[in-house]
C-alpha cells in the first residue's frame, strides 16, 4: 500500500490546492471530504470516492473497507503530519477521501409529486449554506436550490458545517431568472420571504407544490422575487430588529411547510 509521511509530496501539495481554491476543485471535478461520517453520508449520496487518506493509528484498513463496501479505491496511509495539513477540524477521525464532484444542474432535479423546495439567494457565508443544508435534511425535502451562487459548494466549510448534508438532499444552482423560469416551467409555487408588500408566513397554504426562498440579511431578497412571487411572505419580529439569521428563518419555514403536510 501507498504511504505518504512528507507534507512536501506533491501529491499532498496538489490536495491544499484542492482544499483551498475552487478553481482548483472545478478544473480537477473533485474535492476533499473530512470524516468517517461524512464519507458514509457521500457514499450514500451517490458520490464516486477515488482515493481514501488515513492514519493507520486510528482506522484500518479493514475498517475503510468496511465503510467503503465495494468498489476500486485507492488507499493510501498518511503520517500524522500529512494528515493535520489537510484536516480542517480540531478533531481527529484520521480520514480523508477525494471525491468526485456532482452536476449541479437544475434539471438533474428528480421531484416527487408535491414537492416542498428551499432556495437561498446569493448566499455568501459557508455556515449559513451549512445550517441550510443540515436543515433541509432535517426535514426531508427535495431540494434545495441555490441562486445566483456566491461559494463554491464543496468548499471544505460548507462541507464541513453541513456535517455531511451536503450529500444527502439534491441541490442545484442557476441564476435567480433560471431558478424562477424552472419553478413556473414545473407548476411550483413560490413564497418569498421579504419585507416589502408581504403577508405572515403562516396564512399562507404551503400543502401544494411549493417553493420558500430567503435571501441575506444584509440586503434581503432581489426584486425579481418579490415581482414573480405567488405571495410575498414575512416571518413577523415582536423585538427591536426587523431580520433574523437566514438559517434560521429557512427552518421557520421549513417546520410550518412540514406541519400543513403532516409532517410527510
Known amino acids: 500500500?501507498?504511504?505518504?509521511t512528507s507534507v512536501q509530496n506533491p501529491f499532498i501539495k496538489s490536495l491544499v490546492q484542492l482544499q483551498e481554491?475552487?478553481?482548483v476543485r472545478k478544473q480537477t471535478g473533485t474535492f476533499l471530504i473530512e470524516g468517517k461520517r461524512e464519507i458514509e453520508l457521500a457514499?450514500?449520496?451517490?458520490?464516486?470516492i477515488e482515493t481514501i487518506l488515513f492514519l493507520p493509528e486510528i482506522q484500518s484498513e479493514r475498517e475503510i473497507k468496511n465503510l467503503l463496501k465495494s468498489g476500486e479505491v485507492e488507499l493510501i496511509e498518511i503520517s500524522k503530519e500529512v494528515?493535520?495539513?489537510l484536516a480542517y477540524r480540531d478533531t481527529t477521525e484520521g480520514i480523508l477521501a477525494i471525491a468526485k464532484t456532482k452536476s449541479l444542474a437544475l434539471s438533474d432535479?428528480?421531484?416527487?409529486k408535491n414537492p416542498l423546495i428551499l432556495i437561498g439567494e446569493s448566499l455568501e457565508k459557508p455556515g449559513n449554506v451549512g445550517a441550510i443544508?443540515?436543515?433541509a435534511d432535517a426535514a426531508n425535502i427535495d431540494a434545495v436550490i441555490i441562486a445566483n451562487q456566491k461559494s463554491d459548494l464543496y468548499n471544505p466549510n460548507i462541507v464541513r458545517s453541513s456535517v455531511g448534508c451536503l450529500f444527502t438532499r439534491q441541490i442545484a444552482v442557476g441564476t435567480t431568472e433560471e431558478v424562477i423560469a424552472y419553478l413556473k416551467a414545473n407548476n411550483i409555487n413560490i413564497y418569498s420571504a421579504t419585507l416589502q408588500d408581504s403577508t405572515e408566513y403562516h396564512t399562507?397554504?404551503?400543502s401544494t407544490p411549493t417553493a420558500l426562498v430567503v435571501g441575506t440579511e444584509a440586503t434581503g431578497l432581489s426584486k425579481k422575487w418579490r415581482t414573480e412571487s405567488t405571495k410575498n411572505i414575512i416571518i413577523p419580529m415582536q423585538g427591536e430588529i426587523d431580520?433574523?439569521?437566514v438559517s434560521v428563518a429557512a427552518a421557520i419555514l421549513l417546520f410550518e411547510a412540514k406541519r400543513q403536510r403532516q409532517f410527510q
Open 1 to 4: 500500500m501507498k504511504q505518504i
Open 21 to 23: 481554491k475552487a478553481k
Open 43 to 48: 457514499l450514500k449520496g451517490g458520490y464516486e
Open 83 to 85: 494528515y493535520q495539513k
Open 109 to 112: 432535479l428528480k421531484l416527487s
Open 133 to 135: 443544508l443540515r436543515t
Open 204 to 206: 399562507q397554504n404551503f
Open 243 to 245: 431580520s433574523m439569521n
